[in-house]
């Protein structure tokens, strides 16, 4: 029974940790709160260049728990989830507009409509939805691993047969 409890103990522990990266990659400024005039905001002014306080200048929410610096670490050490069509680079205009739209509530064509390049590698917006909505608010569909989509093993992927599926060609 020891070891039971043990293990349930060591699962649900490894869950809270997993479920806190999750969440705080989407929250830019680490005040528990996802705002697309606060997050959304400064992603989008950290993939065009800005630093510093320019980066954060009236982008921050109330109670902020990352300073422009940390701001900045945060968005340069996840380059896997900030470049979020794959092609190789955050920007702004593309990248960073995607999530904003997400944290204002596009969804569907209306969320990455007019902003996908050439070189996207992730084309359909249900994938943007799918990714952001794991991401952001730890929504996810069985057969859906966190490790898959926020290394972007899964470039397009559909719900199919019951688990997430990598898109044919």
Not at 58 to 66: F, V
Not at 79 to 91: H, I, T
Request: with cysteine; proline share 3%.
């Amino acid at each position: 029974m020891r070891h039971f409890t043990a293990r349930w103990l060591l699962l649900l522990l490894l869950f809270a940790q997993v479920a806190a990266v999750r969440a705080s990659l989407c929250d830019v400024d680490d005040n528990t709160a996802q705002s697309a005039l606060s997050d959304g905001l400064l992603a989008l002014r950290y993939q065009r260049g800005f630093r510093d306080a320019a980066l954060t200048s009236r982008a921050l929410g109330n109670g902020p728990g990352r300073s422009a610096e940390e701001i900045a670490d945060h968005l340069a050490q996840n380059p896997g989830f900030f470049d979020l069509d794959r092609n190789g680079r955050m920007d702004g205009l593309a990248d960073g507009l995607v999530l904003l739209r997400y944290q204002l509530g596009f969804r569907g064509e209306p969320l990455t409509g007019g902003l996908l390049g050439a070189d996207a590698l992730r084309r359909h917006p249900a994938t943007y939805s799918a990714l952001l909505d794991f991401a952001c608010k730890g929504v996810s569909l069985p057969g859906m691993r966190w490790y898959d989509v926020l290394e972007g093993v899964c470039t397009e992927c559909r719900w199919g047969q019951g688990s997430w599926q990598q898109q044919q060609q």
